[in-house]
């Protein structure tokens, strides 16, 4: 069995910093990509970046600039460093793991989510 377990998230004014950690566990035996993506209320979930096992990132348009995604593979860690945080930035961010299992399965999986507000 494999989590995430995601932390830093917060209430931050406009214009502040946050960081989100995500750290997987259990039968892992490699980890793919690893991804942010956010769900405001009534909204869909919207992915914000991702990172892929060799360090390949991709952001969505709005977060270039301003959101840098990196990853630690010793520790089955991705990170989200944000800043210039908009009220717009208000949102659950959910953690995202490409998973190979050690038995051999290879499963998509969430973290919980954390909350982000931004206050302006």
């Known amino acids: 069995q494999v989590q995430l377990v995601e932390s830093g998230g917060g209430l931050v004014q406009a214009g502040g910093s946050l960081r989100l950690s995500c750290a997987a566990s259990?039968?892992?035996?490699?980890?793919?990509?690893m991804g942010w993506y956010r769900q405001a209320p009534g909204k869909q979930r919207d992915l914000v970046a991702r990172?892929?096992?060799?360090?390949?990132?991709y952001y969505a348009e709005s977060m270039k600039g301003r959101f840098t995604i990196s990853r630690d593979n010793a520790k089955n860690t991705v990170y989200l460093q944000m800043n210039s945080l908009k009220p717009e930035d208000t949102a659950v961010y959910y953690c995202?793991?490409?998973?190979?299992?050690?038995?051999?399965?290879?499963?998509?999986?969430w973290g919980q989510g954390t909350q982000v507000t931004v206050s302006s």
């Open positions: 995202n793991a490409d998973i190979y299992e050690v038995r051999g399965f290879r499963y998509n999986y």
């Open positions: 259990g039968s892992i035996s490699s980890i793919n990509a």
């Open positions: 990172v892929t096992s060799d360090g390949s990132t």
